[in-house]
């Protein structure tokens, strides 16, 4: 990074606000970078006497730090991975354990696509195995507005446009052009505020305690540097019940198997359990 950029973030960082050690610092570059382009500056030096002139800058630029673009069934092969193979190892599991509920845990949800998705999933899947499981979902973010976003559960046409058919007309209500989830699915999630990195709470105070079957961590990790990471990745794993299943995306695949701890399932999707128990038992859906 260059002398100029380091002044930069470090009088971004002064605001106390957020730490920004935290963040990758190729993110925190391309990040100054769409900023100067956004305000048409050219060089950080210029940057600095903005920032100067415009107190309202720095928050500015903080929370464009905060990127939460999510899609429904974002990773098309991770939900069938979840649909057709881990639910069907799970739910006998979770029988013979003498349980009536499959937890999941949707860690930085955005606007709740994620959450859904998984909702319609699981909806579909309890339904059809006929076995009484049902499901609860608890979605967590850092930022209260995506959260509002999420609680509402309310869509354009453009958002949904991954559902499957039968998904649109059992999940959804709504005309044109703004969908909105159903009362009944809606009520199997409980979105609430959970800081990865900062809350004492390992995970959202209100799932009361861990032991998650699904942990869904996606398009999160890759904003941070290797340790904030790797402090991620050991708090989520601690909160995966041992036989549960660890989803993150295709980009963060490498850093997961690289951060020990968990142990890829599938080549064709990024999906992982808890490495000691895939040494114990080898896989499903090679
Ligand atoms: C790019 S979105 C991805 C959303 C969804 N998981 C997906 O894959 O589509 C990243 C989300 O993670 C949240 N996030 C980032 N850092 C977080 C943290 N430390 N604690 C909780 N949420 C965080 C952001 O606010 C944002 O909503």
Redesign the pocket.
């Known amino acids: 990074m260059i002398a100029a950029s380091q002044t930069v973030l470090r009088e971004l960082g002064k605001t106390g606000q957020r730490d920004l050690s935290a963040y990758d610092e190729t993110f925190l570059e391309k990040s100054l970078e769409k900023r100067l382009a956004h305000l048409a500056l050219p060089g950080a030096a210029e940057y600095l006497k903005f920032l100067e002139a415009n107190p309202g800058e720095k928050e500015v630029f903080l929370d464009s730090l ?6 429904f069934f ?1 990773e098309p092969f991770t939900f069938a991975f979840l649909e057709k193979l881990a639910l069907h190892q799970l739910i006998p599991n979770i029988q013979r354990a003498g349980r009536k509920e499959i937890r999941a845990w ?5 606007a709740g ?2 959450a859904y998705s998984l909702a319609m999933v699981l909806d579909e899947v309890s339904t059809a195995s006929e076995s009484g499981i049902t499901y609860r979902i608890f979605a ?4 209260k507005t ?1 959260l509002e976003a999420a609680c509402a559960g309310s869509y354009e046409m453009h958002a949904i446009q991954n559902l499957r058919l039968s998904q649109f007309q059992a999940y959804l209500t709504g005309d044109h052009g703004q969908f909105i989830i159903i009362p009944r699915l809606r009520e199997h999630v409980d979105f609430s505020f ?4 900062e809350d004492a709470a390992f995970c959202p105070p209100a799932s009361i305690y861990g032991d998650f079957d699904l942990i ?1 961590c ?3 990790l890759m ?1 941070y540097r290797t340790e904030v990471r790797q402090f991620i990745l050991n708090r989520l794993a601690g909160c995966l019940s041992p036989e549960g299943y660890f989803f993150c ?1 295709e980009a963060e695949r490498a850093w997961v198997k690289q951060a020990g701890g968990f142990a890829e399932v599938t080549s064709f999707a990024p999906v992982f359990q808890h490495s000691s128990l895939r040494r114990n038992t080898g896989g499903i859906g090679r």
């Not at 905060?66 to 899609?71: F, G, L, P, Q």
């Not at 949707?106 to 955005?110: K, R, T, V, W, Y």
């Not at 967590?140 to 930022?143: A, F, I, N, R, Y």
């Open positions: 905060i990127v939460t673009y999510s899609e974002r949707s860690a930085g949800c955005a696509q994620e967590s973010d850092h930022c995506v959970h800081d990865l990195v869904f996606s398009n999160l904003y995306s």
